[in-house]
């Protein structure tokens, strides 16, 4: 007879789906917003979504960065779109923010996975990856084409003279 698990008997696990993984949004994470991700996603337990804390300083410390990072982190899972402030914390009554993760839901909503409509702002002084990899001499034709004078003739020496001097 085989052994059978009991549902729910086993650990518990941060799932990391695959639409979320492949999102440009998820990419773009730097290492510390991936801890503190993962950190505050596996405080979730099926029904406390919207309830979930991790003050900076509990970050800091038990994922091993300062506290400026720890916010740092927080502010771009927030931009991103991967976690929402449900109610901000207080210095003096010494309670941390609460926070919504957006894959899971949230009440008797659907997950809102405001993730999903992140896209890398462009900006003027970034070169496209076409431009980045052109070469030096495709380049060059560019600046001749662009500038007539520098376009090289078919005999740059000008038409051919004749030595007898008729």
């Not at 990072?69 to 009554?93: D, H, S």
């Not at 949230?106 to 996975?113: A, L, R």
């Not at 030096?136 to 004078?149: F, M, N, Q, T, Y």
């Amino acid at each position: 007879m085989s052994k059978r698990r009991k549902k729910g008997s086993g650990t518990q696990f941060v799932a990391i789906f695959y639409p979320m993984a492949k999102s440009d949004a998820w990419r773009s994470l730097s290492g510390q917003a991936v801890k503190v991700f993962i950190e505050l996603h596996s405080r979730y337990n099926g029904g406390n979504n919207g309830d979930l804390s991790l003050s900076l300083d509990e970050a800091a410390r038990m994922l091993r960065m300062g506290k400026s990072t720890a916010q740092r982190a927080f502010r771009e899972l927030e931009e991103k779109g991967f976690i929402v402030v449900n109610k901000r914390g207080t210095w003096y009554g010494r309670r941390a923010t609460t926070y919504r993760v957006t894959c899971k839901p949230h009440g008797p909503s659907n997950p809102t996975n405001e993730w999903k409509y992140w896209s890398r702002p462009i900006s003027a002084d970034r070169r496209t990856t076409d431009q980045k990899n052109r070469s030096s001499v495709l380049k060059w034709v560019d600046d001749c084409l662009d500038e007539p004078a520098l376009v090289p003739t078919k005999n740059p020496m000008g038409p051919p003279q004749n030595p007898s001097g008729s």
